[in-house]
């Protein structure tokens, strides 16, 4: 298994500009998550889905879409790049039935967006 | 609401001596607790996690963690650090019984094994 694979590991953008990131996991999980990890604030969670067609948003949605319309991929996008959303993105899965890896969830190696 | 709060920054420690890195939380509910680990570069990994009964839990490369009630923390602990065992450790909970449908995580705390 890959387990969760990202892409690209590193991007630069123009303010304005759009793009995005994929996401995708090998192991069947139904939920997925994106979260961003800033200096001294942690992970924190821009969206997540619970299945294929379901999605949510998380404590820090605004600027940021996505859509998940199979079990494997999670795409984020960004509709207008800002300087605020330079960061590092990871996303996440977990399965969701019970078991010994109950709630564990799987990262990918993260994608660095700086946006000048 | 539930959160996590992850009090030190850094925690320097010399190789060999036991390590604890800190974590407390709030939550209306009965927690699940978790620790994870972020090596430079890399995303994280997972370490281990407390969901119900014993209070003490075992986990990954040695590391243990003692859920503790009424103090409401979840601090991890190592009996002796290896220079290895430096990375970036984070703290998650989740409340079952609130709103919230995914992990909270603390602000992450920079552990150093000094050689």
């Known amino acids: 298994n890959a387990g969760v694979t990202q892409t690209p590991k590193f991007q630069v953008l123009k303010t304005g500009q759009s793009m995005t990131l994929q996401c995708a996991q090998d192991m069947n999980h139904e939920y997925m998550s994106w979260y961003r990890q800033d200096p001294g604030m942690g992970l924190r969670l821009i969206h997540y889905s619970v299945g294929a067609g379901i999605t949510d948003q998380g404590e820090v949605p605004n600027g940021y879409n996505v859509s998940r319309s199979t079990t494997e991929d999670f795409p984020l996008r960004l509709l207008s790049a800002a300087p605020s959303q330079t960061s590092v993105y990871f996303c996440?899965?977990?399965?969701?039935?019970?078991?010994?890896?109950?709630?564990?969830?799987?990262f990918g190696p993260g994608t660095r967006l700086t946006v000048t | 609401a539930q959160s996590v709060a992850q009090p030190e920054d850094q925690v320097n420690v010399a190789e060999g001596n036991p390590l604890t890195v800190k974590c407390t939380y709030s939550?209306?509910?009965?927690?699940?607790l978790f620790w994870y680990v972020q090596y430079p570069n890399r995303g994280l990994q997972f370490l281990l996690k407390?969901?119900?009964?014993?209070?003490l839990v075992k986990g990954s490369y040695g590391f243990e963690a003692e859920f503790n009630k009424s103090q409401t923390s979840f601090h991890l602990k190592k009996p002796s650090a290896l220079v290895s065992d430096s990375a970036l450790y984070f703290c998650a909970v989740r409340d079952p019984s609130g709103s919230a449908r995914q992990l909270t995580f603390g602000s992450g705390t920079q552990l150093t094994v000094l050689p």
């Open positions: 407390y969901i119900t009964g014993d209070n």
């Open positions: 996440a899965s977990r399965a969701r039935t019970s078991g010994s890896h109950f709630y564990e969830q799987y």
């Open positions: 939550v209306s509910g009965n927690p699940y």
